[in-house]
C-alpha cells in the first residue's frame, strides 16, 4: 500500500498537511486504514472459527495496523515532513474500552495471530458503550466513571445485520459493527464481530457515576462490560447480557455456515466455537435451540453436531470467578433455554452417577460444568495451571474425559509488545538478527551476544529511552516526576488479593524503615503499580487506597524520599502498558502459587528485558525454566504446599502475623499517623484482614521476599550481569509469541489449515 498523505490531508479537510492538527491527523490515518481494510478480502476456508468472548481489550489500533501493512515508516516520514510527530499523532487515538484484564488482553493478541497466521476466524463479542469503567483517584480512594470511549469515529463499521434475541418476556434487536483486523504482512482479514443493542439508551448512564437502571433491559443491554453484580438486579442484568451475546453469534454462526454451503447437519465442518472462559457459555444450548426450534432437527443430532464444534478455555481456578447462575434467573431470560440446559443435565445424569460433576447442582447452573460435558475439548493457559485442572480443580472431569483436556501455554503479539512499543529495542534487534523474527518470534540469536559488550551496551541505551519515555508519560499524565537514573520496578495488572499487591506494599514499608535507618540505596528506587479494582470488591479498593497512601507518605518524607518513590498510575489500560513495560527494570510477579493461571504481563515485560521477581505460578514456572536459574528470581511457598495448607486448613496467618519482624510492618497501616493521612475505615479493615484472615498468604512469603527483592537490587548494580540477565530473557521471550499459541490451537483443537 503506498499512500499520499498530502493528496489525502487536501481531499479531507481541504487544507494542506501542515496546518492539519494532530487529532485532524490521526482521524485522517484511521479513514486511511479504516477505507483500505474495508476493501481486503477475508481469510477464505471452509471451517471458520469464532473466537467468543465477553472481552477483547484490543487498545489503540493505529500503531499496529500501519505495521501490520507495512507503511509505518513510509507514514512516519511523510509526517515529518509536514513538521508533524506520529507518535503524538498515536497518543490522539481514543483506546476502546471493551476488556478487564488478562483475558481480554489475551483474545486481542489471539485476533492479530490468527490473521498473521492467515486463518479464517474472527472474534465475536459486545460493543460496550462505557465499557468496564475509567479509573479516577479522589482522596486517595479509586472512584469510577463511565469510559464513553465511543465519542470519536474510530474504527467501529456498522453493519446492514441485525438479528432478534427472543427473551422470555420480550424480544430485542441487535446491530452488529465490525472492526477489520489484520495481519502481520498479509492482504487478507479477519474481523472483530460486535453486538450493541438497537435501541440502547446512552442517556441511562449519568456522567459522573457508573450507575444506571439495571431493569431497563430493552435499553441497557451494552451499557457496560460486567455490570456491579453485588445485587439481585444485576446478576438478573449479566445472565441477559451473555445471553444476548451467544443468541448474536449463534445466529451469526449459523447464517455464515449455510451461507458458505452448509446443510447444518455438517454444522461442525463448517464452524468452530471457542469460548473464552464461562461467559459464553449459554452459545451450547442456544446452537441447539436454533437447530431444533428454527431448523427442525432431532434434539440428539443437534446435541452432538454442537458437542462437536465448542471448545472451552479455563482461565481461572478461583471458586469466585466460576460462574454459576440459579436455574431460575436463566428461566426469566429465557425459558427455552432453561428447558434445554435441564434436558442436557438430565442427559449427562444418566450417563454419569456422580453428583459433583451434574451441571445443576440445588437449583444452580455450573456454566463450567455445561462447557466441559458438551464441549469437545477443555483447555488450560499454562502448563502447570492444566496440571492443576487435571489433578485436582477439574480431576473428576480429567478421569471422565482425558481425552478432552490439553494445555495452551498463553502468548502475546509481538507486533504491539515490542515492536509498536519498543521501536529502539525492534531495531536493535533487527540490527543484531535481521527481521526475521518478526514473523517467527525467534529471538534465541540473542545468546550469541551476551558477551559481546557493544550489544549490553545498546541494549542499556534501549531501556534508557523507553524510560525517558514513560518518565514523560508518567509527567504529562499526573505530573509524577520520576528521577532519572532510578531503578524500575513494576507490578501492573487488576487489583485482587491473590495477586499480592498487598505483600509489595509490606515490603515498600520494610524499606522505607532501612531507609529511615540509615541504609541508603545506592540509587532511587521507583515503584510503579498500576490496574483496577471491582468497584463491588472492598478489600482491592482498600489495597489501592494503602498503596496510594504509601506514595505520599513517603514523598512528604524528605529523609526517604530522594531515595524511594512509589507511583499509583490512574486508569491503567493498554495504553499505560505500552509506556511502562518496555521501561521495566524488574517485573514484579508475585501471586500465591498455584492461583493466577498464567499472566501475560510477565511475558511483555519479559520481551522487553525486564527481570522477573517470582513466585512459581502460572507461565512464570516456564519463564524460569527457558532462562535458567541466573536469570530469574523465584521465591515462596510452592504450589503443592499451598494446596495442601488450603486442603488441611493448616495456614495460621495470626501466627505470621505474631512474629516481630512482620507485625511491624502490618501495624504501620494502624499508626494514628499514617490512618490520619488516609481512610482510617480503609486501613483498619485491611490491617485486621492481614492479621487474621490472609486468604491468599500474603504473610507466609513476606519474608523471603523482602531478602529476595534486596538481592535483586543489588545486583542491579552489578550492570554487565544485569544486562547479560536482561538479555537471557529477550533471547528467550519466543516461546510465548501468541504465533505459536495459536498455532498449537489451529493444530489441536480448531483444524482450519
Ligand atoms: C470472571 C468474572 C466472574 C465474575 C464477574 C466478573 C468476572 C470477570 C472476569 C472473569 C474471568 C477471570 C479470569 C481471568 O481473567 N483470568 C486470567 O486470564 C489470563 C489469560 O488467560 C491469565 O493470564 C490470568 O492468569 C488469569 O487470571
Not at 476488556?99 to 489475551?106: A, E, M, Q, V
Not at 446443510?263 to 449459554?282: F, G, R, S, W
Not at 524510560?467 to 485482587?496: C, Y
Not at 490512618?675 to 492481614?690: C, I, S, T, V
Request: with cysteine; proline share 4%; net charge negative.
Amino acid at each position: 500500500m503506498t499512500i499520499d498523505l498530502e493528496k489525502s490531508a487536501q481531499d479531507t479537510f481541504g487544507k494542506p498537511l501542515v496546518q492539519l492538527t494532530d487529532g485532524e491527523v490521526c482521524q485522517l490515518l484511521e479513514s486511511l486504514v479504516r477505507d483500505h481494510a474495508a476493501q481486503m478480502p477475508l481469510n477464505q476456508g471452509k471451517k471458520r472459527l469464532y473466537y467468543l468472548s465477553a472481552e477483547f481489550l484490543i487498545g489503540r489500533l493505529l500503531t499496529t495496523n500501519l505495521i501490520n501493512l507495512g507503511i509505518y515508516d513510509q507514514v512516519r516520514d511523510q509526517l515529518a515532513i509536514a513538521g508533524h510527530d506520529l507518535a503524538r499523532v498515536e497518543e490522539c487515538e481514543v483506546e476502546p474500552s471493551l476488556g478487564n484484564g488478562g483475558l481480554g488482553r489475551l483474545a486481542a493478541c489471539f485476533l492479530d495471530s490468527m490473521a498473521t497466521l492467515g486463518l479464517p476466524g474472527d472474534g465475536v463479542g459486545l460493543n460496550y458503550h462505557f465499557g468496564l469503567f475509567h479509573q479516577r483517584f479522589v482522596d486517595g480512594q479509586q472512584t469510577a466513571l463511565p469510559d464513553g470511549w465511543l465519542d470519536q469515529e474510530g474504527w467501529l463499521r456498522k453493519e446492514p445485520l441485525s438479528f432478534k434475541v427472543p427473551f422470555g418476556s420480550f424480544s430485542v434487536t441487535s446491530r452488529l459493527y465490525t472492526i477489520d483486523v489484520l495481519g502481520f504482512d498479509r492482504t487478507t482479514k479477519n474481523r472483530l464481530r460486535l453486538f450493541d443493542l438497537e435501541g440502547v439508551d446512552d442517556g441511562l448512564v449519568p456522567n459522573d457515576s457508573i450507575d444506571f437502571d439495571k431493569e431497563a433491559l430493552t435499553k441497557n443491554l451494552t451499557l457496560f462490560l460486567y455490570p456491579d453484580d453485588s445485587d439481585e438486579e444485576g446478576r438478573l442484568l449479566r445472565v441477559y447480557q451473555q445471553y444476548f451475546m451467544v443468541s448474536n453469534a449463534a445466529q451469526l454462526i449459523l447464517a455464515e455456515a449455510q451461507g458458505r454451503g452448509s446443510d447444518l447437519h455438517d454444522l461442525a465442518d463448517y464452524a468452530v466455537v471457542q469460548i473464552n472462559d464461562t461467559h459464553p457459555t449459554m452459545v451450547i444450548p442456544e446452537l441447539i435451540r436454533l437447530l431444533v426450534d428454527d431448523h427442525d432437527m432431532d434434539f440428539q443430532e443437534a446435541v452432538d453436531i454442537v458437542r462437536s464444534m465448542v471448545a472451552f478455555t479455563n482461565h481461572t481456578i478461583l471458586a469466585e470467578a466460576l460462574e454459576k447462575w440459579p436455574l431460575d434467573s436463566i428461566n426469566k431470560v429465557s425459558p427455552r433455554i432453561a428447558q434445554v440446559i435441564q434436558d442436557l443435565d438430565q442427559q449427562e445424569r444418566a450417563e454419569h452417577d456422580d453428583p459433583a460433576v451434574a451441571i445443576i447442582q440445588d437449583g444452580v447452573v455450573h456454566m463450567a460444568h455445561l462447557a466441559i460435558h458438551y464441549g469437545f475439548s477443555v483447555n488450560g493457559v499454562a502448563e502447570l495451571h492444566t496440571q492443576i485442572l487435571e489433578k485436582s480443580e477439574l480431576k473428576t472431569f480429567y478421569q471422565l474425559y482425558p481425552q478432552k483436556f490439553s494445555n495452551k501455554t498463553n502468548g502475546i503479539t509481538f507486533r504491539r509488545w515490542i515492536m509498536a512499543c519498543n521501536p529502539v529495542l525492534t531495531s536493535l534487534l533487527d540490527g543484531r538478527l535481521g527481521a526475521d523474527w518478526h514473523r517467527t518470534g525467534d529471538l534465541t540469536g540473542l545468546m550469541d551476544y551476551q558477551d559481546d559488550e557493544a550489544t549490553l551496551l545498546a541494549l542499556a541505551e534501549a531501556k534508557d529511552d523507553a524510560k525517558k519515555r514513560m518518565r514523560d508519560f508518567l509527567r504529562q499524565s499526573q505530573g509524577v516526576i520520576v528521577p532519572e537514573n532510578a531503578i524500575i520496578d513494576v507490578q501492573v495488572k487488576r487489583f485482587h488479593e491473590y495477586k499480592r499487591q498487598q505483600m509489595l506494599a509490606l515490603y515498600l514499608i520494610w524499606k522505607y524503615w532501612d531507609i529511615k535507618n540509615g541504609n541508603i540505596p545506592p540509587r532511587p528506587i521507583t515503584v510503579i503499580f498500576g490496574g483496577k479494582a471491582a468497584p463491588a470488591y472492598t478489600i482491592a479498593q482498600d489495597i489501592i487506597h494503602l498503596v496510594i497512601t504509601l506514595g505520599t507518605w513517603i514523598a512528604e518524607d524528605p529523609d526517604v524520599s530522594p531515595y524511594l518513590q512509589v507511583v499509583m498510575v490512574e486508569n491503567y489500560n493498554v495504553s499505560a502498558a505500552e509506556r511502562l513495560i518496555p521501561a521495566a527494570d524488574i517485573s514484579e510477579q508475585i501471586s500465591l502459587a498455584s492461583k493466577e493461571a498464567s499472566g501475560t504481563s510477565n511475558m511483555k515485560f519479559m520481551l522487553n528485558g525486564a527481570v522477573t521477581l517470582c513466585t512459581l505460578d502460572g507461565a512464570n514456572v516456564e519463564i524460569a525454566d527457558l532462562v535458567g536459574p541466573d536469570n530469574i528470581y523465584t521465591f515462596g511457598t510452592s504450589s503443592a504446599e499451598v494446596e495442601r495448607l488450603y486442603r488441611e486448613s493448616a495456614y495460621d496467618p495470626k501466627a505470621c502475623y505474631h512474629k516481630p519482624g512482620i507485625k511491624l510492618l502490618v501495624d504501620f497501616l494502624t499508626r494514628p499517623d499514617f490512618m490520619a493521612l488516609g481512610k482510617e475505615d480503609r486501613l483498619r479493615r485491611l490491617h485486621d484482614d492481614m492479621a487474621n484472615k490472609d486468604w491468599f498468604m500474603a504473610l507466609l512469603d513476606l519474608e523471603e521476599y523482602i531478602q529476595v527483592k534486596e538481592r535483586v537490587y543489588a545486583d542491579y548494580e552489578d550492570r554487565g550481569t544485569w544486562l547479560r540477565k536482561s538479555l537471557v530473557n529477550i533471547a528467550q521471550a519466543g516461546a510465548f509469541s501468541s504465533d505459536r499459541t495459536i498455532a498449537q490451537y489451529d493444530q489441536d483443537i480448531w483444524h482450519l489449515s
